[in-house]
T-cell receptor
């Protein structure tokens, strides 16, 4: 069964510095996708970035990039030049196969709370 | 473009009452998802629809929960009767690509059952 693990419950980073949020996964699928979402204190879930397992290059979206290491089954989110507004919960997610229903659904990790300090 | 719109943003009600949460997906998105987020269990998928048809409701906790999608632009999640353990944030999300693709979430409904 697919599984997503985020081992860092909380992280601190100084404003303007880069930070890496860890995500490891376990899957037997040959083709899969990985997602990162941001949840600020206001509560909404914001889609940040997507990486396909067959994409040859690491995904980038503005200050967000994915450090995708397929052999290690990791898809770490890198935020460059941190801003105070980056303080939020960050969730890694991937589609997981439900043996009972035979269907796929997005499964989320437990999240990492990032605090950017001035 | 408007994102996924959920209402209400907050709901406080007494146990035993019926609760109805509403969602308008992004126009053109054929998939709609309902999630529940709690501290103990994180984000859980409750049910999802494709072209207004429920595809997977295996996450619906019990018969007190029901969801409908009468048309492509509207869905409801109903809890009747509500219980304190139903207190959570309920998210609606929509997608063009199905359950394995990127989903766009609404702002959520924070539900408190007293």
């Amino acid at each position: 069964a697919q599984k997503i693990t985020q081992t860092q419950p909380g992280m601190f980073v100084q404003e303007k510095e880069a930070v890496t949020l860890d995500c490891t996964y376990d899957t037997s699928d040959q083709s899969y996708g990985l997602f990162w979402y941001k949840q600020p204190s206001s509560g909404e879930m914001i889609f940040l970035i997507y990486q396909g397992s067959y994409d040859e290059q690491n995904a980038t979206e503005g200050r967000y990039s994915l450090n995708f290491q397929k052999a290690r089954k990791s898809a770490n989110l890198v935020i460059s030049a941190s801003q105070l507004g980056d303080s939020a919960m960050y969730f890694c997610a991937m589609p997981a196969f439900n043996m009972d229903t035979g269907r796929r659904a997005l499964t989320f990790g437990s999240g990492t709370r990032l605090q950017v300090q001035p | 473009d408007a994102g996924v719109i959920q209402s209400p943003r907050h709901e406080v009600t007494e146990m035993g009452q019926e609760v109805t949460l509403r969602c308008k997906p992004i126009s053109g998105h054929d998939y709609l998802f309902w999630y529940r987020q709690t501290m103990m269990r994180g984000l859980e998928l409750l049910i999802y629809f494709n072209n207004n048809v429920p595809i997977d409701d295996s996450g619906m906790p019990e018969d007190r929960f029901s969801a409908k999608m009468p048309n492509a632009s509207f869905s409801t999640l109903k809890i009747q009767p509500s219980e304190p353990r139903d207190s959570a944030v309920y998210f609606c999300a929509s997608s063009q690509f199905g359950p394995a693709g990127p989903q766009h979430f609404g702002d959520g409904t924070r539900l408190s059952i007293l």
